[in-house]
């Protein structure tokens, strides 16, 4: 039989207990909080849509998080830093935007007629690149000239080929612009995530 009272005795014999027990749980607490605060101000970091250059896929406003540590993949949405022209810019003249990579490095790239063509790295022909993304037609710098991305170099687009300034007028990107690749789990709660931390974003164009 349980003794109701073996409690009571235990706080009487040990007075410290239960102030162990508030520090125990006030460490676990302090623990998680810095967890959080690693996990998204390191490697999961907020950004904010503005503009057009992504859609359909991405919206003025929408709310992102973007993955500092992954490896970048052809067709992986991106937020780099780079030069854009008529733009809000930091002291350095960069300001953040987020595209499509198209092209990794060894990779040639080109255009015409408004469909993209690419030569990966090692392949010996063209082939039409395959963009179910895109919205309306491409018609704005539908054509470009054959060109090879650099070593350590990425080549980016906006998915609204006809209002993006991407690297058709910027050129291949340094790869150690980039900052980080957008998540998947974040690109399918971007409504939510767009209500609720909207306001505390980085914004991106």
């Keep these: 039989m349980v003794n109701p009272y073996e409690e009571r ?4 014999r040990d007075p410290d207990r239960e102030y162990r027990a508030t520090f125990r749980f006030l460490v676990v607490l302090a623990a ?12 999961f970091i907020g950004v904010q849509v503005v ?12 709310y992102l998080f973007v ?28 300001s953040w935007i987020i595209k499509r990579v198209v092209g990794l490095p060894g990779d040639s790239i080109r255009a015409e007629g408004g ?8 392949e010996a022909e063209y082939t039409a ?18 060109v090879t991305v650099g070593e350590g170099e990425i080549y980016v687009m906006g998915d609204n080929r006809n209002n993006s300034q991407d690297s058709r007028e910027l ?3 340094p790869v150690e612009h980039v900052v980080g690749v957008v998540t998947g789990w974040s690109l399918a709660a971007k409504d939510a995530l767009s209500g609720i931390f909207g306001l505390f974003a980085r914004n991106t164009a």
């Design 9 to 12: 005795i235990g706080s009487l």
């Design 32 to 43: 998680i909080v810095l967890i959080f605060y690693i996990l998204f101000t390191q490697i």
């Design 51 to 62: 503009g057009a250059s992504m859609q359909p896929t991405l919206h003025d406003g929408d």
């Design 67 to 94: 993955d500092t540590t992954a490896s970048i993949e052809r067709g992986d949405i991106v937020v780099l830093s780079a030069q854009v022209h008529g733009q809000a810019a930091d002291e350095d003249g960069y």
């Design 115 to 122: 469909v993209l063509y690419r030569k990966e790295a090692g």
């Design 129 to 146: 690149v395959d963009e179910p993304y895109l919205g309306e037609e491409w018609t704005r710098y539908a054509y470009i000239a054959p």
């Design 171 to 173: 050129g291949p990107q």
